[in-house]
């Protein structure tokens, strides 16, 4: 999975605010403070907490 730095940096959990952190195994994006994790699919990240799975 290939996301690009910079939109790392500034994407951020949709529901929080909080930072995510990238799970390159599961090609996921991962909030902690959540507890969610928004599916990559060819390098796209979906953003919608309808759409994330609660880990």
């Known amino acids: ?6 939109l790392l940096e500034i994407l951020v959990c949709p529901q929080c605010r909080d930072r995510l952190f990238v799970d390159e195994e599961a090609s996921e994006l991962v909030c902690q403070a959540c507890q ?3 599916p990559v699919a060819d390098g ?5 907490v309808h759409e994330a799975r609660s880990i």
């Open 1 to 6: 999975m290939f996301l690009d730095p910079g």
């Open 36 to 38: 969610l994790a928004y």
């Open 44 to 48: 796209i990240p979906t953003m919608l």
